[in-house]
Structures are given as structure tokens and as C-alpha cells.
């Protein structure tokens, strides 16, 4: 699938733990929201389980013109067919994925510093995620970003930026004029009782943001 930035709009983290309804039906439901990308990000899957979910993902996601981007692990990404991968600061380096499969993959990666993001545009990857912007319910010990900081690294790039961290409908308005592309969300849309409200109300936001 071709990549445009605009698909960085609504960047939507899943995480299954939220809810005992099937994870394709949650997913359905994000993109029936307006979600423009989903991340396949399920700790407790192993790699096969993993390969499985993304392959029935896969045509779900295209259907409404969402890339599937698979988190940390480029193999599992080549393996299952998805569109992409998003790799943290302890994964492996987008030069070493660049370097094994080239541009078939989208790559995401993880930046916390001017420093980090400037490494990764060097490096070939397509966006940087940026954050945590406010604390983190799933990742509770993850660094903050303040927004200055946070237009600092967007300001360094010219790779599209995703804030990412406690991203809800409530303070997601303050990322306004932060020069990002788009809002990562896990809880405000995976964990609320409206999957498909929650992701509506949230593009809505996020079309205000990146004006």
C-alpha cells in the first residue's frame, strides 16, 4: 500500500485487553470511526498468533484504506503480509530494516529527542512517533514530552510526526500547533464503550490539530 502522511490522521494502537469483544470486531469498529491506520500491538500473542490476527486484519484495514502496521518486529510484518512496522528505541534500527527488506516496508519509529528523530529520517524511516505527550495508562514509566519539546522534534524533521501517550478527546486539542500529523491513541479509543463514537469524536480533533 502506498503511504501518505494523511494516514497518519488517526493512528489507532490496539490492545485487546480492554474488552472481551473479538479484536476484528474492535478494529472494525475504529475504522467505521475514521481510524486511517491500526497498529497490531498484542503483547500477549505470541509470533504466530500474531502472523494470524494480522492476516485477517490485513484485508479489513484496505478495505477502508488503513495501512496495517505490525509493532516492534519486521519479521512478523514480512511474514504476515502487513503493510508496515513500528519499531521503539530497543527494537531493531531502520537502517538494519532498510538494509534487509529495502522500501517494502512502511517503517514507524519511535523518537524522543530532536536527536533520535533526525537518526531516524537518516535512516529511512517514513514517520516518527513522538511522546509520552501526557501520562500513559499502557505505558505508565514512559517518558514525557512537553509540547515544546514536542515542536522541536517535528520542527527538525521533515518526516511526518505522531504524538503518542494518554491521547484523549479531553486534552488532545492542546497538540494544536505542535506541527504533528496526526494522534496515536490505545485507551481513548480501544478502552471506551463506543469504539466507533470514541474514533469519530477523536478524527474530528485530530482534522482540528493538524490544520
Known sequence: MTFSEKQLLLYAITD???T????????ERALLGGATIIQLREKKLGEDGIVSVARELLPL?????APLIINDDPFIALRSGADGV???LSDMPVKEIREKFGKELIVGATAKT???AILAEEQGAD????????PSPTKKDAIRITAEQLREITASVKIPAVAIGG??????ITLKGCGIKGIAVVSAIFGADDIEKSARALKEIAREIVK
Not at 21 to 26: A, G, K, M, S, W
Not at 61 to 65: D, E, F, L, N, S
Not at 127 to 134: P, T
Open 167 to 172: 491521547i484523549t478527546a479531553q486534552n488532545a
Open 16 to 18: 485487546s485487553s480492554y
Open 114 to 116: 530532536v536527536e533520535q
Open 20 to 27: 472481551a469483544v473479538p479484536l476484528f470486531e474492535q478494529v
Open 127 to 134: 514517520y516518527v512517533g513522538v511522546g509520552a505527550v501526557f
Open 61 to 65: 484495514c484496505h478495505k477502508y484504506g
Open 86 to 88: 513500528h519499531v521503539g
